[in-house]
């Protein structure tokens, strides 16, 4: 009895342990149903909006520059000073050329020499009148002689100061040696050293840059807008500023110029645009700042609105999957409008309480 139970009872255990196993695994195999999350339709604002890159500079910025080649004797500002029409700059010492300087100063000595002659035949010729010797019209002749050779050596004079130092004492603070600000604002950079050879400006050279100086209290956005969005913008428009350096606040422009012509940037073309930035009162942007803005193309407020991914497309016709009974879906045509890039309008065929499928959203068990 004993030697058929045991063997049974193996069997038995063998068997049962076989049976679970298969139902184990024949219940893990089993997919488990996938569950769609939904959403609804809501009442949102929709914004179409293109976005251009640039940077926020002053709408007026000079660059000061020499009227004489030399070296600078000495600068007066720095970058941060804040300076007003006629505020002196910088001074430059000219250094005079050889062959000039040796004319002038040749000049110089042939008018002393025609001066004394003249000082002479003067002095001696008035007593001649005085005296009644010599007709008054004689003794004139003598006496503007003198007159221009005093006028000539008194230019002559000047002319070799002019060529030494650059100015005159006759001259005061006219002299071109001295550097002047143009306009009043702020200067910005002095991209020279004292010390440092400068070149006048002239129709072969540009000329070297003292200092640069702007008004800082206009200031203008700088930027570029792709061909394929610069057809929907107009001049007048409003422009929302991103300032990189100030990100807790946004500025307004309004736009001001759109470039005629396009430029190939990366392959693309891009057109140039400028806005008038609106600062508040003593509100200061540094130059060069880089920043974004958005211009809004298209706006709808409060119009009934999906989000755009939910959207499937049959035959180039939109249309979602509306729940009608739980995770039973029906496809329902829409009419839709305006979009973001996010969020759509939606026309006709959806109110709020419907529960459209979201394909890409799961139920996680």
Known sequence: MRRILVPTLLVGGLVGLFIWTGFFLYNKNQEKPIVYKTESPAYRDIINKTVATGSVVPRKEIEIKPQVSGLVKAIYVEPGDVVK????????????????????????????????NARRDYERNKKLAEEGVIAAAVYQQFELTYDNAKEEMAAAKDNLELIREGATQRSGNSSNTNIRATISGMVLDVPVEEGNSVIEANTFNDGTTIAV?????????????????????????????????????????KLE????????????????????????????????YSANA?????RKDSVLAISESLLIFEDNKPYVEVERIFQRFEKVPVETGLSDGIYIEVLSGLDTDAKIKNPNAIVEE
Request: glycine share 8%; hydrophobic share 45%.
């Open 85 to 116: 029409t006629g505020d002196l700059i910088a001074t430059v010492r000219i250094i005079p050329n050889m062959v000039t300087l040796n004319n002038a100063e040749s000049r110089v000595k042939r008018a002393e020499i025609s001066l004394k």
């Open 213 to 253: 100086i702007a008004n800082m209290d206009e200031m203008i956005f700088e930027g570029k807008v792709d061909e394929s969005e610069v057809g929907k913008i107009s001049e007048g428009m409003d422009l929302l500023l991103t300032i990189g350096a100030i990100e807790e606040e946004k500025f307004h422009a």
């Open 257 to 288: 110029h759109i470039s005629p012509k396009g430029v190939a940037e990366n392959g693309a073309i891009q057109f140039e645009i400028r806005a008038a930035v609106q600062l508040k009162e003593n509100q200061f942007i540094r130059a060069g």
């Open 294 to 298: 958005d211009i809004v193309l298209e």
